[in-house]
């Protein structure tokens, strides 16, 4: 049986993990991916409470191994997504978009895995100050919202396993077995996997927007919206407005105002190509297939094994 740092860490069987995504990850996909042997994780940022619980005991149902819940730290519910994470005693918590100092010693009192997604060795460096159990280091060609430092996985993962002393699992254009194996190579321990996933039978997502991601190609996304917190999407007519309006040089407010509330929604989950904010990484451009996320997990999985004879850590 492989094992690793990371493996060891989590309690699972293979370092794969099936990143926590507003509008995508809910229980059905986190689950098939923990039954596969990777580690499946619950998106909050898209949920109230109550989903969240829901969706918390629903992937307790569906699977008897290691599950994680993602918070984006500036989520408005935030206490309340806490309060329940630790009543319903997750395992493991992936935290993103904020100051990883508040709440990882709270979780960590509760005996729960924390792990911060960062894009600099800064952050990491601050992450691994905080306690976190393992960094994210998320490059450029990540999907959804992403670092302004915009420095690229292939960067990144050797500067921030340089930087820190705790595990560094990467993320960021990262879909294939061969990439998997890249990361490894450059240090990482294991590796966050988000719009391949977008793309399986589980994910919550719009087929509409499903399909968009099959269909895209090089050269498809972009990294926008960077007076306000930068994006990575899909290039459609929402984006063409977004264009405009900076190169007419809005003010950040003006700005948040076009985007509004509820783009995410509209394109991900209602499928609205047009109007809505369709966040995907730049590997979309390698995805050309919806699959179950089983299938997913063991493809790349045995690519991976088939290029290594893997290093122990
Ligand atoms: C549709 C979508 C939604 C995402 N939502 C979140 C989120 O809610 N929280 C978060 O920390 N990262 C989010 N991300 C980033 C992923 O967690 C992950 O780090 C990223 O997708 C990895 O890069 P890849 O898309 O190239 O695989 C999202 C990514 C996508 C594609």
Not at 74 to 95: A, G, N, T
Not at 175 to 192: E, K, N
Not at 207 to 221: H, L, R, S
Request: hydrophobic share 45%; net charge neutral; with cysteine.
């Amino acid at each position: 049986m492989y094992q690793n740092n990371i493996t060891r860490l989590f309690n699972i069987e293979i370092p794969l993990i099936q990143a926590g995504m507003i509008w995508a990850s809910g229980w059905r996909l986190a689950s098939a991916v923990s039954n596969a042997g990777g580690l499946g994780i619950i998106g909050s940022g898209s949920m109230y409470p109550a989903i969240l619980e829901e969706n918390i005991i629903k992937c307790r149902q569906a699977t008897t191994k290691p599950f994680a819940v993602n918070i984006p730290l500036l989520y408005p519910d935030i206490e309340k997504h806490i309060r329940i994470i630790i009543d319903q005693k997750v395992p493991i918590v992936f935290s993103s978009a904020g100051n990883p100092k508040t709440y990882t010693a709270v979780l960590k009192q509760h005996g729960i895995k924390v792990v911060h997604v960062v894009s600099s060795s800064k952050f990491a460096l601050k992450a691994q100050e905080a306690g976190c159990d393992a960094v994210v280091a998320e490059g450029f060609e990540a999907g959804g919202h992403n670092g302004r430092e915009e420095t690229t996985s292939f960067v990144l993962i050797p500067a921030v396993c340089n930087a820190v002393s705790i595990p560094v699992i990467a993320a960021g254009g990262i879909a294939t077995g061969r990439q998997m194996f890249a990361a490894m190579i450059l240090g990482a321990s294991a590796v966050q996997v988000g719009s391949r996933f977008v793309a399986s039978d589980e994910a919550s997502s719009h087929i509409n927007f499903k399909k968009a991601v099959v269909d895209a190609t090089e050269g498809d996304t972009v990294l926008t919206m960077k007076q306000l917190t930068p994006v990575r999407l899909l290039k459609n007519k929402f984006y063409q407005q977004v264009q405009e309006a900076e190169s007419n040089c809005i003010s950040a407010n003006e700005l948040a105002a076009l985007l509004g509330r509820g783009r995410a929604k509209k394109g991900m989950f209602e499928g609205d190509l047009e109007e809505g904010e369709l966040e995907i990484g730049q590997v979309s451009a390698l995805i050309r297939k919806i699959q179950p996320a089983a299938e997913i997990v063991k493809e790349i999985w045995a690519e991976y094994l088939s290029l290594s004879q893997y290093p122990h850590k």
